[in-house]
């Protein structure tokens, strides 16, 4: 049930970064300019994915994260002693597993309330389901910054930029954002070596409710970046598919995004009767790679990208 429930966040949390893709780019924009001004001292003052216009009068030394990437984030720019409460989801690092936790989507108002934070990093993909429980906590004098679903790069860049820029650690915060920007760099040098694109299908849920990532996805980003091509690049944000759609494409490589949860994913494909004739398959070209990495905003995406052209281009990638 609980991997199950997980699948679920997994799934809700991307949709709802699919979702947000229709903010107007000027909007966005204007929200990057203003939010991009490095400040050293508080007050500061930021424009979240609301519009909201969120003054920090300090330094929060009390925070609470109501999702997986906003926490990975944190812990990234150096606040683990800052952080009181996280989601139940939240896997990494390791030291988030031993801070409270507040709920899943449907997060625990009064415990948030309970643990005196200064500020809560809460998260787009909430949607309208999320509202009622961050009015209270603002009713409740607590500040709130909604941060953006990130559905590409630059993107997570700005989400990074954001929360560095309300926790006061903004050094943290661009060091983070150039050491991600050189990594990528590299790999897509790395990858003008690739002499014959494969055609990738990406699985991030089995069957028998089988979905893959179209275009608007880190996924879609991410394969492009190793010059691969998407076999459903077609398609917009996580669609669901039928097996037969999916053998159709006949992919010259499938990557798995759920091994993390399922034990033997690459097994399952390959087991597949319906899938025998797949090139993938006949080939043994089935690979799993951490879902986490691929679909979670934050600093470990270079990570997922690493991951995923070794996978499939071994000969490339592989030191």
């Not at 679920?8 to 204007?30: D, P, Q, R």
Request: charged share 30%; with cysteine.
């Amino acid at each position: 049930m609980k991997r199950l429930l997980t699948i679920w966040f997994t799934l809700m949390l991307v949709i709802g970064v699919i979702a947000g893709c229709s903010a107007e780019k000027t909007s966005t924009s204007e929200k990057a300019s203003e939010n991009s001004n490095v400040h050293t001292e508080f007050p500061v003052s930021i424009t979240d994915d609301t519009g909201e216009k969120i003054t920090i009068e300090k330094k929060p030394d009390r925070i609470v994260s109501l999702v997986p990437s906003n926490t990975e984030i944190a812990f990234a720019l150096g606040l683990e002693n800052e952080i009181v409460g996280v989601s139940d989801f939240d896997n990494y690092p390791e030291a988030a597993l031993k801070k409270e936790k507040i709920g899943d989507m449907e997060f625990n108002v009064e415990k948030i309330i309970g643990l005196k934070p200064d500020i809560v990093l809460a998260h787009a993909s909430g949607g309208e389901s999320a509202k009622p429980g961050l009015t209270q906590l603002k009713d409740a004098g607590i500040t709130v910054l909604v941060v953006k679903d990130a559905t590409n790069f630059e993107d997570t860049y700005a989400t990074i930029e954001m929360i560095a820029k309300a926790t006061g650690t903004e050094k943290e915060g661009q060091k983070i954002i150039q050491s991600m920007k050189a990594d990528l760099k590299e790999i897509k040098d790395r990858a003008k070596h690739v002499k014959e694109k494969k055609k990738v299908w990406v699985e991030v849920s089995p069957e028998p409710e089988i979905f893959t990532t179209g275009k608007g996805t880190f996924i879609d980003e991410m394969l492009n970046a190793i010059h691969a091509t998407n076999a459903a690049g077609d398609q917009q944000g996580w669609v669901k598919v039928t097996e037969e759609e999916a053998i159709n494409y006949n992919p010259e490589v499938v990557i798995t995004t759920y091994g993390y949860y399922v034990e033997n994913a690459k097994e399952q494909v390959m087991k597949r009767s319906a899938w025998k004739d797949v090139s993938a398959v006949k080939n043994e070209q089935v690979f799993d790679v951490h879902s986490d990495k691929v679909t979670r905003p934050g600093p470990r995406l270079i990570e997922g990208v690493k991951e995923l052209a070794e996978a499939i281009y071994p000969d490339v990638f592989t030191e």
